[in-house]
């Protein structure tokens, strides 16, 4: 509970990984579940321009860090441009499968220029945000298996790959965030982050499920159906958001910080797993 930094030690290293997109999949490859599958896909389809916000949103106060910190975001300007990279040829699989994503693009496209419309420190407590909800699905991924053991390899390999690096970035925003605020009373930087959190989970929860729903009915599941399928598998099972609320919650203890959980063995495992030491 202690922690308000990275740790000393830690090292943050892009790794190459290139999906192979000619691998067969079927349409609802997360073992067959339309649901499940949706929200997934709904992720993803997120992430290619989430990723170059990140980006945007922490370099614009790098110049001013510490040069360790400099260097890290470096390291994680990296990782995120590799996985906008294969989330795009991730995307492009989903659409081969047979998915419409014009209204879909348009309509992430829509809620990420509200999100460039806001003030630069909030972009940034934004990108904190959400950094800790991928550090909190990565954690998770990784250290129940089940959750990806019914897709095809090549597709269960590109999200733990992806897992691993969010675990090993999860505090770059957060200790530029801190850097960039280290003149305001302690008090207003905890209420900047927390409110910016609590606005953060309302919109981007409502994404989620939109994009499932779109996604959804172009399979034929539509109404009741539909919105029950996504909030069954979000919060009873598998339960993806009941599964992380532990992690979620800690964000708002007063003296936070992402590495008070240090889950850098799961990095390890999942690298020796994957071939990717």
Known sequence: MTVQSSPSDLVIRPRELRIDSSAP???????GD?????VMNALSLTFPDGE???IQSVRRFEKDCPAELRAQVRAFVQQEGLHTREHIAFNAMA?????DLVDINRYIDGRMAFARSRPELVQLASTVALEHFTAAFAHLLLKERELLDQAPPHLAKLWRWHAIEEIEHKGVAYDVFLHATRHLPEARRRKLRRWVMFLTTVRFTKTVRDVSLMLLRQ???TGLRAWWGVQRWLWASPGLYRRVMGDYLAFYRPRFHPWQVDDRALIAGAEAELALA
Request: glycine share 18%.
């Open 95 to 99: 659409e081969e499968a047979g998915y």
């Open 52 to 54: 170059r916000f990140f």
């Open 219 to 221: 399979d034929g599941v």
């Open 34 to 38: 339309p649901f499940g599958t949706a």
């Open 25 to 31: 999949a079927p349409r609802w490859w997360l073992g």
